[in-house]
């Protein structure tokens, strides 16, 4: 791994961690899906409740899929190039984005 990505290696794994950390406080089981008490009454709220833990999960999950991505880049020596022009991301993007998969010119294509 090139020593101007280390910073952003410690970066993607203290973030994922935190996106474990989240997961596992919201309930978030090993076969994928949220547990809940099967004790607990079935009310439109619990039912309402259920619905944005879920949606909040699934955006966890994408962002925990966006970070493995960019550890997977960071191993095979892509990281930092845009995956469609294939020129290098600025380093700035990166520290703001570092998950970034595309420079900012290829981002703002559609």
């Known amino acids: 791994m090139p020593t101007q990505f280390l910073a952003q290696s410690e970066v993607l794994k203290t973030e994922r961690a935190r996106l474990l950390a989240q997961l596992d406080e919201l309930g978030f089981g090993p076969n ?21 833990a879920d949606r ?22 892509t990281y930092g190039l845009c995956e469609r022009c294939g020129k290098p991301i600025s380093e700035a993007r990166l520290e703001a984005m570092p998950t970034a998969r595309r420079c900012l010119d290829c981002a703002k294509l559609p």
């Open 32 to 52: 994928g899906s949220l547990t809940y008490d099967t004790n607990f009454a079935d009310s439109s709220q619990v039912t309402a409740e259920r619905g944005e």
């Open 56 to 77: 909040l999960a699934a955006d966890l999950q994408e962002s925990l899929v966006d970070v493995d991505d960019a550890l997977v880049r960071l191993e095979n020596g």
